[in-house]
């Protein structure tokens, strides 16, 4: 009885996890402890904390149910339940003093509790989102500095730490090593293969390495070329004995889907101190440092040699500067006679190029022609000076009959370049030139070649009337068959035979000088001796029967007014 | 649970990823950004345990929800109703021999969790919490630490395929089995853009026969205008904005269920303990249904 109206005194005070039922079943438990209390003697004011306690407990927890509960014991319970002494009304509010204080009480601590609750939840929930952002900003991190084939470090971390190793503490005496490792001949991989397991054997070779190096870093700059970086270095040893390693590493079959995948690499080192050196620099010498082990052949490492470096890059920069060096009309010819042996009279002349470099003076064919062919910029050059050749030659007219010819070096891949028989037909042309006062120098290796096409060219050349001779006959492999083959006028005798006739001793040159000749007269050609250096070597020279010197002695190269000076 | 205030769903703030990806993804957030934690906002879960008279809450969140209450004098009971549903839910559901329960947009773990109910009749009952709320989260995990048969999932509810897909829902639920899905006081934070009636779509198809939903949501039904403006301004305050709907639609949702009697009703007039508890009952704002999956 009155357990129900308490229970519906609270119903809707707030939120109640149970039935009605469930609720009045737990009411009525509480009412019986509180009669029990009012009739007991002493007055137990626990019962009510412990009444209160319950109530909290079971959720009948706000000040609403509080209010209700005070309200419905005071009118009610003495009543409903008949409970009958004198001092009742002083008991009940005591026992009621005693309820209101433990569900306060109780109502605080619970508050309390929620909140502490909260705030826990809410720092954990701030810890975790922290925790996820620093993972995912290191995942995300991870990607943008790792090659996510190999998963090695990529340009990017690598460059990072690179420069963090030359920057910091410079001037300490720290010493830092790369090692600037490629594979050789990958692309034989791919092509054989495929690009599937290429990358494959490309993951291989990068775990292997990253094991053979470390602790040092180890990123993959692209392709099959990685990078090593030894930081800390104590001396050259040190990074040459990780080179080593690494190519130890690589050097091991890698099996593939059952394919033996074989791969070797070059590495090129370089390894100073930090203090005056810069990533760049440091990554331009690795570079340089590695394309020398790479023509060294591969398989192996290279150490960065600053002198090499030095002259390989002033040859660089050298070749860099011919196009603009023509533009500017920077080259010129000088003429060398080429002088008959039997009456001393101008036959011709060799057209040698030089180059007024506006800083470095007056360059010599053997400072940039090697570089010229290189690069290729032979064919521009090489091409410059058949046309500026015979733009003068044609103006050379003689007092005494036939003006000199000109002679004109021929690089190999100017004669293999199609289109050559035109050029100089039309150059021919343009000028005015008589075939005849044309000689083209090549060397013999300009004819080892299996390819028809240069052979054809000289052919129609030849046709045309221009002299073709082979140049410093007999240092290479003086292969006689294509004398047979080819419309050869004039062989030119390498000057180091010349040389050896200054020792009366050394009669074996002159003995091969004698039958050069001799095979060069039975094959209907003309042969000048390069190098003639004195009297006593033309005399001896006249004697063997060779035909024309050039050399010192017959006169250095000279521009060419000493040229017409000399036949008018 | 819930009501007007539950757990969430985060609306779709740039939050972290923009930052983290910068042009290196593409704009929508990557499965791995995290939440961000903004605890200067009035958060929906914990707006709602003050309804229920909790105190699990802080500032901001009784801040709103006293604004709530000033211009819906009734939200608190709203509150109280709802919850009182999802239990007589639940036990209904226990009764009908369902064992296993996905509670999607759990929020705060105030009294009367779905597993305390399960569990108190069915022991072996188990329950995956869902909600996309990170406080919510953490405080269910505390809460339920050692309940072996209990999970909690950070999720958004917006997204069913990751729930379902989620490696601690499919240890704990075996979906060749009966599962009841409960979308209590949440879908009033899911926008028409969202596309509700796909997720539940969505969420139905995983489900095998004999399977329920149930569902609860404000309602706009018999409502005065500027009272459901207010509480709109209210909730524009949170992450989450309120989306009222009235039967109709709410009966839509149940598509390819079967209502369970008494069907769609104002929540206090589903099955109730007693005939007093559902008068005023549209006065709850809250209308519910429970539907079994057939078949």
Known sequence: MFARAWAKAVAGTSYLPMTHAQLETLLQRLTNLLAEALRAEPLDLRVGHRVADELVAAHIASAEALGRTVEVIQLRLVRDLDLVADDIEDRMARLLGAVATGYARALRDRTLDEQESIRRAAMTAQAEAEQALRASEARFRHQATHDPLTDLPNRTLFAERLAAAVDGSAGSGRRVGLCFLDLDRFKRVN???????????????????????????????????????????????DVVAVAEAALAALSEPVVVDGHDVTVTASVGIVERRVAGTSPDDLMRAAGSTLHWAKSAGGAGWALYDAERDGREQARQELSAA??????????????????????????????????????????????????????????????????????????????????????????????????????????????????????????????????????????????????????????????????????????????????????????????????????????????????????????????????????????????????????? | MASLAKAGQNTRRGGVAPRVCEGVRSLQRPDWAPETIDVE????????????????????????????????????????????????????????????????????????????????????????????????????????????????????????????????????????????????????????????????????????????????QASDDGRDETERAEAEEVYRRTDNPLWVRGRAELTGFFDGFELVDPGVVWVPQWRPETPESAEDAERAVFLGGVGRLGG
């Open chain 1, 322 to 568: 011919i196009p603009a060096g023509l533009e500017r009309g920077e080259f010129f010819l000088d003429y060398q006679p080429l002088t008959s042996l039997h009456d001393g009279s101008l036959l011709g002349v060799e057209a040698l190029v030089r180059w007024r470099h506006p800083r470095l003076g007056v360059l010599r064919p053997d400072s940039f022609i090697g570089l010229a062919e290189e690069t290729g910029l032979i064919v521009q050059l090489g091409g410059w000076v058949l046309a500026e050749a015979c733009r003068e030659a044609v103006g050379w007219t003689s007092a005494s009959g036939q003006p000199p010819y000109v002679s004109v070096n021929l690089a190999v891949r100017q004669v293999r370049r199609p289109g050559l028989v035109q050029e100089v037909r039309a150059l021919l042309r343009r000028t005015g030139l008589p075939p005849n006062r044309l000689q083209l120098e090549i060397t013999e290796s300009t004819m080892m070649t299996t390819s028809e096409e240069p052979v054809r060219a000289l052919r129609a050349l030849a046709d045309l009337g221009i002299r073709i001779a082979i140049d410093d006959f007999g240092t290479g492999y003086s292969n006689l068959a294509y004398l047979r083959d080819l419309p050869v006028t004039e062989l030119k005798v390498a000057g180091e035979f010349v040389r050896g006739l200054r020792a009366p001793e050394a009669r074996a040159d002159e003995r091969i000088l004698a039958s050069l000749v001799s095979l060069a007269h039975a094959l209907d050609l003309t042969v000048t001796a390069e190098g003639v250096e004195t009297g006593g070597q033309a005399e001896r020279l006249r004697a063997i029967g060779c035909d024309a010197g050039q050399g010192w002695h017959f006169g250095r190269p000279a521009p060419p007014d000493h040229i017409l000076a000399r036949i008018r």
């Open chain 1, 191 to 237: 092509d054989s293969f495929g690009h599937q397991i290429g990358d494959r054997a490309l993951v291989a070779a990068a775990r292997r390495l990253r094991r053979a190096v470390e602790p040092h870093l180890v990123a993959r700059l692209g392709g099959d070329a990685f990078v090593v970086l030894v930081e800390r270095s104590t001396g050259t040893g």
């Open chain 2, 41 to 216: 906002r009035p958060s929906v879960a914990r707006m709602y345990d003050y309804y229920l008279g909790g105190s699990h809450n802080f500032a901001v969140d009784r801040a709103a929800a006293r604004a709530m209450v000033a211009a819906v004098p009734q939200a608190p009971l709203m509150a109280q109703a709802n919850r009182a549903f999802l239990r007589r839910a639940v036990q209904f559901l226990t009764d009908a021999g369902i064992r296993q329960f996905l509670d999607i947009g759990s929020g705060i773990p105030t009294v009367g969790n779905v597993h305390e109910i399960a569990q108190r009749h069915a022991p072996d009952s188990r329950v995956v919490y869902v909600d996309v709320d990170p406080v919510a989260v953490a405080h269910s995990r505390e809460i339920l630490a050692g309940n072996d048969r209990t999970a909690v999932v950070q999720e958004d509810l917006r997204h069913p395929d990751r729930i379902l897909g989620h490696p601690d829902v499919r240890a704990m639920l075996d979906f060749s089995q009966p599962v009841a899905v409960l979308v209590v006081a949440v879908l009033h934070f899911v926008a028409d853009d969202d596309r509700p009636a796909e997720v539940l779509r969505t969420l139905r198809t995983a489900l095998a026969p004999g399977s329920y939903l149930v569902l609860s």
